[in-house]
C-alpha cells in the first residue's frame, strides 16, 4: 500500500512538473505573472501535497527503495510531455528511459 501512495505522490510532482513548463511557456501581461498564475499556483500546490504523500508514504517503505520508485518521475515526465506538451520522445530519450527502467529492476533484485 504505501508503495502504491509512493508511486501516487510522484505521479502527482510529475504533473506539477509538466505545469510549471506550460506556465513557462507563457508569456504574461502584468508583473508578476510569470510567478502569480492558475497553472504555477495549481503545480506548487500539488507539489505540496505531493510531499506530503511521499512523508506518509515513507512511513511503510525502507529509506533506500525511496530513490528508486523516485526515478520513476523522468518516465511520468517524459509521457505526460508527450501527451500534454507535445514534446517528441527521440530515440536518445528511449534509450535514456529504458536505462532507468533497468535500473529501477536490477535495484529490486
Avoid at 15 to 35: E, N, P, R
Wanted: with cysteine.
Amino acid at each position: 500500500m504505501y508503495i502504491g501512495i509512493f508511486l501516487v505522490s510522484v505521479l502527482i510532482a510529475s504533473i506539477s512538473q509538466v505545469l510549471l513548463k506550460k506556465s513557462a511557456m507563457k508569456h504574461y501581461a502584468y508583473k508578476f505573472g510569470d510567478y502569480l498564475n492558475p497553472y504555477v499556483i495549481c503545480a506548487y500546490g500539488l507539489l505540496f501535497f505531493s510531499m506530503f504523500l511521499t512523508v506518509l508514504a515513507y512511513r511503510g517503505v525502507e529509506l533506500k527503495t525511496g530513490p528508486v520508485i523516485e526515478a520513476t518521475s523522468y518516465i511520468y515526465v517524459a509521457i505526460l510531455s508527450a501527451v500534454f506538451l507535445k514534446e517528441k520522445i527521440t530515440n536518445k530519450k528511449k534509450l535514456g528511459l529504458l536505462i532507468i527502467i533497468i535500473g529501477i529492476l536490477v535495484s529490486n533484485l
